[in-house]
């Protein structure tokens, strides 16, 4: 390793989790696809990051589920393929695996989310799903960035999707939180598959 790589990743390592995501940053842009027929003359810029959306996704699948169960407990989310079925479904869209993963690691790389491999305590046999969820920094960025209101017209959207999804299934969620909020033995993680296999949008503890 050469004296400037090691200097550049001494620099790196030295930054918070939001100056080190701004540094892994590109140019590049997600353009929000909007329906066609919208005139809200108040939403925001039609080009958005994506890592931004992923953080106000994982927020408010967290505060609802939090709402709903009267918990302060931060529940995980299971899987990517969750938070593929949310931006799919609220954006009108196929999000690419590759373009979402992307986004994902640089998150996961600036630490501003927790995203690992599914707990062994929940038995589940592919070792390359994850477990995910927003974290302090995380939560930091979206109030000293203002992401919420930066990206409202997504934000409405999102929690009204995410919010009517729950209540459509909230019977499921009950029992599904209930488990996870409990002691996890083999019984527990079984009960815990079946109830995930019904959801689009999982959760884990």
């Given at each position: 390793m050469s004296?400037?790589s090691?200097?550049q990743?001494k ?16 140019s590049?842009l997600f353009?929000?696809?909007?329906d066609?027929?919208?005139s ?15 953080l ?8 609802v589920?939090?709402?709903?169960t009267?918990s302060?407990?931060f ?10 079925h949310?931006?799919?479904a609220v954006l009108?869209?196929?999000?690419g695996?590759?373009l ?23 038995q ?5 799903i994850?477990q ?10 979206l ?17 009204s999707y995410f919010r009517e999804y729950?209540?459509?299934n ?6 599904l ?6 002691g ?22």
């Amino acid at each position: 390793m050469s004296n400037e790589s090691l200097l550049q990743k001494k620099k790196f390592d030295k930054m918070n989790p939001i100056l080190r995501y701004e540094a892994l940053k590109t140019s590049e842009l997600f353009a929000c696809v909007y329906d066609k027929g919208n005139s809200d003359q108040n939403a925001p810029d039609r080009n958005a990051d994506l890592g931004e959306i992923i953080l106000i996704s994982l927020y408010i699948i967290d505060s609802v589920v939090r709402e709903q169960t009267n918990s302060t407990y931060f529940f995980y989310i299971n899987n990517d393929v969750s938070i593929k079925h949310l931006l799919d479904a609220v954006l009108d869209l196929d999000l690419g695996e590759d373009l979402l993963l992307k986004h994902l690691l640089e998150l996961d790389v600036a630490k501003l989310i927790y995203r690992f491999t599914c707990a062994k305590k929940f038995q589940i046999g592919d070792d390359s799903i994850k477990q995910l969820r927003l974290n302090s920094w995380g939560r930091e960025h979206l109030s000293e960035g203002g992401l919420l209101k930066k990206h409202s017209f997504i934000t409405e959207k999102i929690d009204s999707y995410f919010r009517e999804y729950y209540l459509n299934n909230k019977l499921v969620y009950q029992k599904l939180t209930g488990y996870l909020l409990g002691g996890i033995d083999s019984y527990t993680s079984q009960k815990i598959s079946k109830l995930n296999d019904a959801l689009k949008i999982k959760l884990l503890s």
